[in-house]
């Protein structure tokens, strides 16, 4: 069957076309050069096939290959990584077609197609680009189908109707190998997708950092809440705290802590530690999240949780963070608290900890702070109202472009002369003036808000959510959270980002295509939300579907009792039985009558019901007349119910169906 | 189409009791084919086939085959004329829109093939020149299917050449009682109006050779045909040739029924006199008849 026959014309086109479409969905993995010689080897192979180009001579073929692999080396550090070696299969693909001549050849390229469809999963799972990668694969298909078809004529759409068929008979069994095939770790492994590039919170806050995320509208979490939803305002959820700073920019140093005589064992537990110096107050949220990868440990939670996600942390600061840095999607539930834990006292080491700031620059700040401090009468709540009010009342601005305050002194330049500033401007210049003062404060970076979804119960949120607040200990009280961005915009804090904006500024001005944009439009928003439904059931159910939810799911099915003799019976089963199924119906495929002989075929059921069968080779007319000389009642509706039928079945006149139905119910 | 019933109800006067006989006759010669008409002497064929003739406003001529009739009595011969001192052709019987061929199996094979090449052909060729026939052209051949002494059976190929086989058959009781009185026959064929006149023939035959034959009538014509072939008990089974007169038959029938548009029915009516004698049976118990019932309507 496989010769070295010339490949057609029709199955390098298809080739060509899956080419392209394959490239498509790993084009931000793979170097642009390959790419591009990708749509070289497309442009070539058709020029081929118009008859105006020549076979690429020996020499070509080899530069080619030396050009994509010197740029596969040039791009990646560490050169193995899954990212070069996929960059080397699209490479391998191009030039395969561009020097395919026999349907061996073309075979070839088919299964690196499939291969790299797959590969394409390692970078992304979403919804979408799952929809688009069962495109390529259909397109994959038709090609190979393409490939051993004896006609070059067969018509574009009846081709990819073909093969969506067969990929269409393909599916039960690929649901049944997804659900029972045991998830088994791979044989070898190449570093996975490199996060580094992704935009999201840091550990290190400058000023302007947040700002950038606000331009973004990628997802961050979901989380889906199993009864009460926290309102607006107390949606603060955690993910990095920030204790450091050094005049410019706010870290987080919680693992320098050992050093200050903490054993990282009782700053860091698995369980949260409800008693001792450091107390927690249960709240009453129990919600579970599901976060994209940041390739940062860091999970996000609404403050002090009464229960530690598998495999993560939770530190004394009222931060989660996960073992692993997570770089892949997770998902995790937690009992919460609201962030109202208290410790009785602090540890000095950790005041001096909070109240540390440079030793110089910011003067003016400093003697700003001191003066307050003195007027509210050393009173840190006192203090930080006053503090807010001051950004209340005097000409402070939220904006999303604040200024650069770049030189020494950021918090004075930004507190007298800028006065205009994003959420981490507030929050960093609050704490710098707390801690001038003496108190112990800190900055909490996470998100804020999100898009609350009724009908599923679940928050949304997305990096223009992203905040920065600020805390205060108060002796006896614990960690207070004061957030300065609510005195000068409290529009952010209860209606989100876009509310707060001015109208002169644009809202996610660098996604002119985001549907988030248009969320005022009825229609759009609608197919938007939907959408994201189904996007968030895709991955709970299906991407989330890994060896754990997949065990725990079968034992549950199965029992527990030999559970992998059960599983491996229940595959062999289960995989006969579709094939059992999909042959039968194969052997015994009952051709599906045209509408005219379905409706007769209802006729003569009628008629069977009265008693009237037709004879051996007994047409139509002859059963009707028959029927109406032995009943007089049927006569005049059978006769003309016949009459009519046999002038669409024979006469083909195309009379109404509807017609005919009618004619059909009046016995 | 009126005129059509008026010819059979006439037809009918004269031969009593053959209705369905009539009707096939009158339907094959819509159809421009040929007719066989195969009984034993004294049941009315010729007659039939006088009062067709008659009834369609035909020019009939009759020939008497006999075993030393040579082809030239029927095409005609080239005499010379001493008059004009010229060669002139004296056109054969076979010259007339309707012919009567009695007892067919009685001429050579020689004759027999000179006048079944003029009814495929629709034209003769005397001295090398082709004649054309007259329009409308209707051959009516009868054959005695008893004594068959010193008689030349037609083969299956030229059997082919007719569209249709009849057998007349006695009469019924009644019919036959008529018969005898007197009051049928051809003492009536005087008082028979002539209905049709050629050109109006012709445009039937037209008209009824524009009948639709939709996708699912032709498959079941396939189906019959395919049938012929697999049941085993003919020798060969149906040609497409076959298949083609069959549709034929079947749109003159329809359009006999007044219709444009052919049906099952139409198909059955003509299939035994269209079929019958061109599938030869292996053995006598099977008939072309139990074809029909057993072959389905729909697919």
């Given at each position: 069957?496989?010769?070295?026959?010339?490949?057609?014309?029709?199955?390098?086109?298809?080739?060509?076309?899956?080419?392209?479409?394959?490239?498509?969905?790993i084009?931000?993995?793979?170097?642009?050069?390959?790419?591009?010689?990708?749509?070289?080897?497309?442009?070539?192979?058709?020029?081929?096939?118009?008859?105006?180009?020549?076979?690429?001579?020996?020499?070509?073929?080899?530069?080619?290959?030396?050009i994509?692999?010197?740029?596969?080396?040039?791009?990646?550090?560490?050169?193995?990584?899954?990212e070069?070696?996929?960059?080397?299969?699209?490479?391998?693909?191009?030039?395969?077609?561009?020097?395919?001549?026999?349907?061996?050849?073309?075979?070839v390229?088919?299964?690196?197609?499939?291969?790299?469809?797959?590969?394409?999963?390692?970078?992304?799972?979403?919804?979408?680009?799952?929809?688009?990668?069962?495109?390529?694969?259909?397109?994959?298909?038709?090609?190979?189908?393409?490939?051993?078809?004896?006609?070059?004529t067969?018509?574009?759409?009846?081709?990819?109707?073909f093969?969506?068929?067969?990929?269409?008979?393909?599916?039960?069994?690929?649901?049944?190998?997804?659900?029972l095939?045991?998830r088994?770790?791979?044989?070898w492994?190449?570093?996975?997708?490199?996060?580094?590039?992704?935009?999201?919170?840091?550990?290190?806050?400058?000023?302007?950092?947040?700002?950038?995320?606000?331009?973004?509208?990628?997802?961050?979490?979901?989380?889906?809440?199993?009864?009460?939803?926290?309102?607006?305002?107390?949606?603060?959820?955690?993910?990095?705290?920030?204790?450091?700073?050094d005049?410019k920019?706010?870290?987080?140093?919680?693992?320098?802590?050992?050093?200050?005589a903490?054993?990282?064992k009782?700053?860091?537990?698995?369980?949260?530690?409800?008693?001792?110096?450091?107390?927690?107050?249960?709240?009453?949220?129990?919600?579970?999240?599901?976060?994209?990868?940041?390739?940062?440990?860091?999970?996000?939670?609404?403050?002090?949780?009464?229960?530690?996600?598998?495999?993560?942390?939770?530190?004394r600061?009222?931060r989660?963070?996960?073992?692993?840095?997570?770089?892949?999607?997770?998902?995790?539930s937690?009992?919460?608290?609201?962030?109202?834990?208290?410790?009785?006292?602090?540890?000095?080491?950790?005041?001096?900890?909070?109240?540390?700031?440079?030793?110089?620059?910011?003067?003016?700040?400093?003697?700003?702070?001191?003066?307050?401090?003195?007027?509210?009468?050393?009173d840190?709540?006192?203090?930080a109202?006053?503090?807010?009010s001051?950004?209340?009342?005097?000409?402070?601005?939220?904006?999303l472009?604040?200024?650069?305050?770049?030189?020494?002194s950021?918090?004075?330049?930004?507190l007298?002369?800028?006065?205009?500033?994003?959420?981490?401007?507030y929050?960093?210049?609050?704490?710098?003036?707390?801690?001038?003062?003496?108190?112990?404060?800190?900055?909490?970076?996470?998100?804020?808000?999100?898009?609350?979804k009724?009908?599923?119960?679940?928050?949304?949120?997305?990096?223009?959510?992203?905040?920065?607040?600020?805390?205060?200990?108060?002796?006896?009280?614990?960690?207070?959270?004061?957030?300065?961005?609510?005195?000068?915009?409290?529009?952010?804090?209860?209606?989100?980002?876009?509310?707060?904006?001015?109208?002169?500024?644009?809202?996610l001005?660098?996604?002119?295509?985001s549907?988030?944009?248009?969320?005022?439009?009825?229609?759009?928003?609608?197919?938007?939300?939907?959408?994201?439904?189904?996007?968030?059931?895709?991955?709970?159910?299906?991407?989330?579907?890994?060896?754990?939810?997949?065990?725990?799911?079968?034992?549950?099915?199965?029992?527990?009792?030999?559970?992998?003799?059960?599983?491996?019976?229940?595959?062999?089963?289960?995989?006969?039985?579709?094939?059992?199924?999909?042959?039968?119906?194969?052997?015994?495929?009952?051709?599906?009558?045209?509408?005219?002989?379905?409706?007769?075929?209802?006729?003569l059921?009628?008629?069977?019901?009265?008693?009237?069968v037709p004879?051996?080779?007994?047409?139509?007319?002859?059963?009707?007349?028959?029927?109406?000389k032995?009943?007089?009642?049927?006569?005049?509706?059978?006769?003309?119910?016949?009459?009519?039928?046999?002038?669409?079945?024979?006469?083909?006149?195309g009379?109404?169906?509807?017609?005919?139905?009618?004619?059909?119910t009046?016995? | 189409m009126?005129?059509?019933?008026?010819?059979?109800?006439?037809?009918?006067?004269?031969?009593?009791?053959k209705?369905?006989?009539?009707?096939?006759?009158?339907?094959?010669?819509?159809?421009?084919?040929?007719?066989?008409?195969?009984d034993?002497?004294?049941?009315?064929?010729?007659?039939?086939?006088?009062?067709?003739?008659?009834?369609?406003?035909?020019?009939?001529?009759?020939?008497?085959?006999?075993?030393?009739?040579?082809?030239?009595?029927?095409?005609?011969?080239?005499?010379?004329?001493?008059?004009?001192?010229?060669?002139?052709?004296?056109?054969?019987?076979?010259?007339?829109q309707?012919?009567?061929?009695?007892?067919?199996?009685?001429?050579?094979?020689?004759?027999?093939?000179?006048?079944?090449?003029?009814?495929?052909?629709?034209?003769?060729?005397?001295?090398?020149?082709?004649?054309?026939?007259?329009?409308?052209?209707?051959?009516?051949?009868?054959?005695?299917?008893?004594?068959?002494?010193?008689?030349?059976?037609?083969?299956?190929?030229?059997?082919?050449?007719?569209?249709?086989?009849?057998?007349?058959?006695?009469?019924?009781?009644?019919?036959?009682?008529?018969?005898?009185?007197?009051?049928?026959?051809r003492?009536?064929?005087?008082?028979?109006?002539?209905?049709?006149?050629?050109?109006?023939?012709?445009?039937?035959?037209?008209?009824?050779?524009r009948?639709?034959?939709?996708?699912?009538?032709?498959?079941?014509?396939?189906?019959?045909?395919?049938?012929?072939?697999?049941?085993?008990?003919?020798?060969?089974g149906?040609?497409?040739?076959?298949?083609?007169?069959?549709?034929?038959?079947?749109?003159?029938?329809?359009?006999?029924?007044?219709?444009?548009?052919?049906?099952?029915?139409?198909?059955?009516?003509?299939?035994?006199?269209?079929?019958?004698?061109r599938?030869?049976?292996?053995?006598?118990?099977?008939?072309?008849?139990?074809?029909?019932?057993?072959?389905?309507?729909?697919?």
């Amino acid at each position: 069957m496989l010769s070295d026959a010339q490949v057609s014309r029709i199955s390098t086109l298809w080739l060509i076309a899956a080419l392209l479409s394959v490239l498509f969905p790993i084009w931000k993995q793979v170097p642009l050069l390959i790419i591009l010689t990708g749509c070289l080897s497309a442009g070539w192979r058709i020029a081929i096939l118009q008859g105006r180009g020549h076979w690429p001579p020996f020499l070509l073929r080899l530069g080619l290959i030396l050009i994509a692999l010197v740029s596969v080396v040039v791009s990646f550090r560490p050169l193995i990584s899954l990212e070069s070696s996929v960059s080397i299969l699209a490479a391998g693909y191009a030039f395969k077609l561009l020097e395919m001549r026999s349907q061996r050849d073309a075979l070839v390229v088919v299964y690196i197609g499939y291969f790299l469809v797959a590969t394409a999963v390692l970078f992304s799972q979403t919804l979408l680009q799952t929809l688009y990668l069962m495109f390529c694969l259909v397109m994959l298909i038709a090609a190979q189908q393409g490939l051993f078809r004896e006609m070059d004529t067969t018509p574009v759409v009846s081709s990819i109707r073909f093969a969506g068929l067969l990929a269409f008979q393909a599916a039960p069994l690929t649901i049944l190998l997804f659900i029972l095939v045991p998830r088994m770790g791979p044989l070898w492994s190449v570093p996975l997708p490199d996060n580094s590039g992704r935009v999201g919170l840091t550990d290190a806050m400058t000023p302007g950092d947040i700002a950038r995320l606000s331009r973004s509208d990628e997802l961050v979490f979901r989380a889906r809440f199993a009864a009460d939803v926290p309102p607006a305002q107390q949606r603060y959820w955690r993910a990095v705290v920030l204790d450091q700073f050094d005049g410019k920019t706010w870290k987080q140093t919680d693992k320098l802590f050992s050093v200050a005589a903490m054993s990282q064992k009782n700053w860091v537990s698995k369980q949260p530690v409800t008693e001792g110096w450091w107390k927690n107050r249960l709240g009453s949220y129990q919600y579970e999240v599901m976060m994209e990868p940041t390739g940062k440990p860091w999970m996000y939670s609404l403050g002090a949780v009464g229960t530690v996600a598998e495999k993560s942390y939770f530190y004394r600061t009222m931060r989660l963070a996960s073992e692993q840095p997570v770089d892949s999607r997770l998902l995790y539930s937690l009992d919460g608290m609201l962030p109202r834990a208290r410790s009785v006292s602090m540890p000095g080491w950790l005041v001096e900890l909070n109240t540390r700031i440079p030793v110089v620059g910011n003067d003016r700040s400093r003697q700003y702070a001191l003066r307050l401090f003195n007027q509210a009468g050393e009173d840190p709540v006192k203090m930080a109202g006053r503090l807010l009010s001051l950004f209340r009342q005097d000409d402070f601005y939220y904006t999303l472009s604040p200024p650069l305050y770049d030189q020494s002194s950021t918090i004075d330049q930004f507190l007298f002369e800028g006065r205009r500033g994003f959420c981490a401007h507030y929050a960093g210049a609050f704490v710098y003036l707390m801690r001038a003062a003496g108190v112990p404060a800190r900055v909490i970076g996470g998100y804020q808000g999100g898009e609350f979804k009724e009908d599923e119960n679940l928050i949304q949120v997305r990096q223009f959510d992203a905040h920065a607040w600020a805390e205060i200990w108060v002796a006896g009280q614990g960690w207070l959270r004061f957030d300065p961005t609510a005195a000068v915009s409290p529009q952010r804090i209860a209606s989100g980002l876009e509310a707060a904006i001015g109208p002169a500024e644009t809202f996610l001005p660098d996604s002119p295509l985001s549907l988030y944009r248009y969320r005022q439009s009825g229609i759009i928003n609608r197919v938007r939300l939907v959408f994201e439904k189904a996007e968030y059931q895709w991955q709970r159910s299906v991407v989330n579907f890994k060896q754990d939810q997949q065990e725990a799911f079968l034992r549950s099915l199965l029992g527990d009792k030999d559970f992998y003799w059960r599983q491996a019976t229940a595959l062999a089963l289960g995989v006969s039985l579709i094939l059992a199924v999909l042959s039968l119906t194969l052997l015994y495929r009952r051709q599906s009558l045209p509408p005219l002989q379905k409706l007769y075929a209802r006729f003569l059921k009628k008629m069977a019901r009265k008693g009237f069968v037709p004879r051996d080779g007994e047409a139509e007319l002859s059963f009707a007349r028959r029927i109406s000389k032995s009943d007089d009642t049927l006569a005049e509706p059978v006769m003309s119910f016949c009459e009519a039928y046999i002038q669409a079945a024979y006469g083909e006149n195309g009379s109404e169906m509807h017609e005919l139905k009618r004619l059909l119910t009046r016995f | 189409m009126s005129e059509v019933n008026q010819c059979i109800h006439a037809l009918n006067t004269i031969i009593r009791g053959k209705d369905l006989e009539i009707r096939l006759a009158v339907c094959c010669l819509l159809a421009r084919g040929h007719l066989l008409i195969e009984d034993l002497p004294g049941m009315g064929k010729t007659t039939l086939v006088h009062a067709l003739a008659r009834v369609m406003g035909l020019g009939y001529q009759r020939v008497q085959f006999t075993s030393d009739l040579l082809p030239a009595d029927i095409t005609g011969v080239t005499v010379f004329d001493k008059n004009t001192a010229n060669f002139t052709f004296q056109p054969g019987p076979v010259f007339s829109q309707l012919l009567l061929a009695d007892e067919i199996n009685r001429a050579s094979p020689r004759t027999q093939s000179a006048l079944l090449e003029a009814m495929e052909e629709r034209q003769v060729s005397v001295d090398g020149q082709p004649q054309s026939l007259p329009e409308p052209f209707f051959v009516v051949a009868t054959q005695n299917p008893v004594y068959q002494e010193g008689t030349f059976l037609l083969p299956e190929s030229q059997l082919d050449r007719f569209l249709m086989r009849l057998e007349l058959g006695y009469p019924d009781p009644e019919s036959e009682k008529a018969i005898l009185k007197g009051e049928a026959g051809r003492v009536e064929m005087d008082a028979l109006p002539a209905i049709f006149n050629a050109d109006q023939l012709i445009k039937a035959q037209n008209e009824s050779a524009r009948g639709h034959v939709g996708e699912m009538l032709l498959d079941y014509v396939m189906r019959l045909i395919s049938r012929t072939r697999e049941v085993g008990y003919f020798n060969v089974g149906l040609s497409p040739r076959a298949g083609l007169a069959l549709i034929a038959a079947a749109k003159a029938w329809a359009w006999m029924e007044g219709r444009d548009y052919v049906i099952p029915e139409d198909v059955q009516a003509v299939f035994v006199p269209v079929a019958d004698h061109r599938l030869k049976a292996k053995e006598k118990s099977q008939s072309v008849r139990e074809l029909l019932t057993g072959t389905r309507i729909m697919g």
